[in-house]
């Protein structure tokens, strides 16, 4: 693919080679995000960030990567406080913003509403999530994380042994990764969900047809087990009918010490997108984990800031001068504890 210029709406646009590239600016970038020098190849640069849905680390990631990038932010979170809640289609509301900054990241609770976006906007759009649809900057710094994690690369993440674990059915996360894993050979996915909240059957025909096994399971203990990775989700109670018919389903699937210890590998590591629904009746990684050196969730969340910054970099043109713009930091962030 082309990244200059170019929408980001699924993970069905990139290769291998677009991957390639993608991590080794992400890499590239590292000692930027961990705010020990300082880039400023956005100078001068707007960023729309449009939250229509609750974030904490999607938009506030976006934001701080632009920013370590140099450039500048504005943004509007909630329908509320948009012109939206006048009735504006994302048609017209797209199109305004679009000429007032120079690229958009947008999250929206309808499937297929971050196209709209794209397709009326005079500047690229980065899709944030849409509805149950996708969330493609999640997969990418997921698949990062999982090759820093395991010590693997592009070539040699093949044959890896992943079980998907809870609302497989309205998380987005899970749907835009397991394409995104689809790119090599011999995955072994293992979906374990209630029945009501299985893997959409698009998804696992899409992994089928690319020659990949495809378990799908009620059965946490036989799910999870010879796992290299087991990516927990939370129940996505904003997408049922009424958070009652979301809440039989917490904490079918709840994941602890004691059960990874006895029921997972030990080399298996534990993702989440986040957030972790950290209520008693949830807890799909329980808090006895937070120590547990198999627990990635928040190298991951640290992860998220590089790929989304190699986004930026890659998505406006200006991968070719971050080394030249590196420079001294004029402080230096200090990590306590570290
Ligand atoms: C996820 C999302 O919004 O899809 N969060 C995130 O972006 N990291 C997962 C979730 O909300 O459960």
């Known amino acids: 693919m082309q990244f200059h210029g170019s929408h980001i709406l699924s993970v069905e646009q990139f290769g291998l080679a677009d991957l390639s590239v993608l991590f080794q600016t992400a890499a590239k970038l590292e000692p930027v ?5 300082a880039c400023d190849v956005l100078d001068g640069a707007l960023l729309g960030n449009l939250f229509f849905e609750p974030s904490t680390r999607t938009r506030m990631s976006f934001d701080a990567a632009f920013c370590r990038l140099g450039g500048r932010v504005c943004d509007t979170t909630g329908f509320q406080f948009s012109s939206m809640a006048k009735g504006e289609s994302n048609h017209d509301a797209s199109r305004v913003i679009s000429g ?11 499937m297929g509403s971050v196209k709209e976006f794209a397709d009326a906007s005079l500047v690229p759009v980065i899709n944030a999530g849409d509805g149950p649809g996708e969330h493609p900057s999640q997969a990418l710094l997921d698949l990062y994380t999982m090759l820093k994690e395991l010590n693997r ?3 040699t993440i093949n044959g890896l042994k992943v079980a998907m674990v809870g609302d497989l059915r309205f998380g987005r996360t899970v749907h835009s990764l397991a394409k ?3 790119l090599f050979k011999d995955i072994h996915f293992s979906f374990v969900s209630p029945a009501e ?9 899409f992994l089928r047809a690319r020659g990949h096994t495809v378990k799908e399971t009620t059965d946490m203990i036989a799910g999870v087990a010879n796992s290299d990775v087991i990516y927990a989700t939370r129940i996505q109670e904003e997408r049922f009918e009424s958070i009652d018919e979301a809440q039989r389903f917490k904490g079918s699937y709840a994941i602890n010490s004691a059960f990874f210890d006895r029921y997972c590998d030990s080399h298996a590591i534990l993702m989440h997108p986040l957030p972790r629904d950290n209520r008693s009746e949830s807890c799909e990684l329980n808090n006895d984990l937070n120590s547990h050196p198999q627990l990635a969730i928040f190298r991951q969340t640290d992860n998220g800031l590089v790929v989304r910054m190699a986004m930026f970099a890659l998505v406006m043109g200006v991968e070719k001068d971050i080394e030249t713009t590196f420079r001294p930091v004029r402080f230096q962030k200090k990590l306590i504890g570290a």
Do not use: F, T
Request: glycine share 4%.
């Open 100 to 110: 007032y900054v120079d690229i958009m990241v947008v999250r929206h609770p309808q």
């Open 197 to 205: 909240l299985k893997m959409p059957a698009y998804v696992v025909d």
């Open 180 to 182: 995104l894993l689809s």
């Open 153 to 155: 690369d592009l070539n």
């Open 33 to 37: 995000a961990r705010g020990e020098l």
